[in-house]
């Protein structure tokens, strides 16, 4: 089992950057693949980024390429993600979760989740 926990959220304006943290309890946690989603204002939620077992094994939603990168350390039982040059349209409450195996987009694939960081950008 793993049990996400995410960190990191605040108030930034127009094109700043931040950094989320994701600690995960379980001493598995380096065999889960994590994944990022983000739930805006009055929206469904949706998937952000994930990372896999190999940490060259990510996959991004197309808004975000090139301006987040995901990241995990192991050691320290963590997922990283660097959101750059960040919009408005980031504002959001960002999420963390866990799923046994590769890396995948569809929520209901993710068993363990996060309670979640608020992320406001403003413009």
């Known amino acids: 089992q793993v049990r996400p926990v995410e960190s990191g959220g605040g108030l930034v304006q127009a094109g700043d950057s931040m950094r989320l943290s994701c600690a995960a309890s379980g001493r598995l946690f380096s065999t889960y693949a994590m994944g990022w989603f983000r739930q805006a204002p009055g929206k469904e939620r949706e998937f952000v980024a994930a990372i896999g077992e190999i940490p060259r094994d990510t996959d991004y939603e197309d808004s975000v390429k090139g301006r987040f990168t995901i990241s995990r350390d192991n050691a320290k039982n963590t997922v990283y993600l660097q959101m750059n040059s960040l919009r408005p349209e980031d504002t959001a409450v960002h999420y963390c979760?866990?799923?046994?195996?590769?890396?995948?987009?569809?929520?209901?694939?993710?068993?363990?989740w996060g309670q979640g960081t608020e992320v406001a950008v403003s413009s």
């Open positions: 979760a866990a799923r046994p195996g590769e890396v995948g987009r569809e929520q209901g694939q993710y068993n363990y």
